[in-house]
């Protein structure tokens, strides 16, 4: 079964300053990576996806995340952060493979406070 | 406007009741699903649906009931078998389960059992 990891719970940063969110995830033959974004009491809004091809993938809200293989990662990033971007992001792993229903599994989130 | 919607937002209920949670979706989505979410934990499937009439069980579906007698309603019913049901629920739908379509989120129903 498919597992993902992001390793930190909480990143604070500075607004302007870049952020990095970490996701890795096991080991698989082929995967598609997504990312989401919560906010506060909302549900879960897509922010990106891999599902094949260029391994650089941009997606909403300026942020962008690197598909690598060999890393088995799945990172997020932003070069200049807001306040708005304060808010929980998880990392969700999917088998294209598994045949019938593709289950989705998520990361246990990272919080991320962007401090004025 | 096309969406999911989730009632009530907040819940409350006495231990050992049973309550249903609604989802509706008008996205004409044959998959719906419904996920729980507590602190440091992230998602975790109770249920989901790829038709009507049809439902199969998660990672954590003990406790809990669906049903799917609509196309586009999905409710759950959390029983008093379900040993610690505080927590926040979210419902989401996609186009088809057969194979990775992106799956679109309801706001939220936060259920507090006292």
């Known amino acids: 079964a498919q597992s993902v990891t992001q390793l930190d719970s909480q990143v604070p940063v500075f607004e302007e300053a870049p952020v990095e969110l970490r996701c890795n995830y096991s080991?698989?033959?082929?995967?598609?990576l997504f990312w989401y974004v919560q906010y506060p009491n909302q549900g879960l809004q897509l922010l990106l996806k891999?599902?094949?091809?260029?391994?650089l993938v941009k997606g909403i809200n300026g942020f962008e995340a690197e598909f690598n293989k060999s890393q088995t990662s799945f990172h997020l990033r932003k070069p200049s952060v807001h306040i708005s971007d304060t808010a929980e992001y998880f990392c969700a792993v999917s088998d294209p493979n598994s045949g019938g229903y593709q289950k989705v599994t998520f990361g246990t989130g990272t919080k991320l406070q962007v401090i004025p | 406007d096309g969406g999911i919607t989730q009632s009530p937002k907040y819940l409350f209920r006495k231990e050992g009741q049973n309550v249903t949670l609604s989802c509706e979706q008008n996205?004409?989505?044959?998959?719906m699903y419904w996920y729980r979410q507590d602190p440091g934990q992230g998602l975790r499937l109770i249920y989901y649906?790829?038709?009507?009439?049809?439902?199969q069980k998660g990672d954590i579906a003990e406790g809990y009931s669906v049903s799917r007698e609509k196309k586009e309603s999905f409710p759950l019913t959390v029983t008093s078998a379900q040993k610690n049901p505080t927590a926040f629920y979210l419902c989401a739908s996609s186009i088809e389960a057969g194979r990775y379509n992106e799956q679109f989120f309801g706001p939220g129903t936060r259920l507090t059992v006292l």
């Open positions: 996205l004409n989505h044959d998959a």
């Open positions: 649906s790829q038709i009507v009439n049809d439902f």
């Open positions: 080991s698989s033959v082929s995967v598609y």
């Open positions: 891999y599902l094949s091809g260029s391994t």
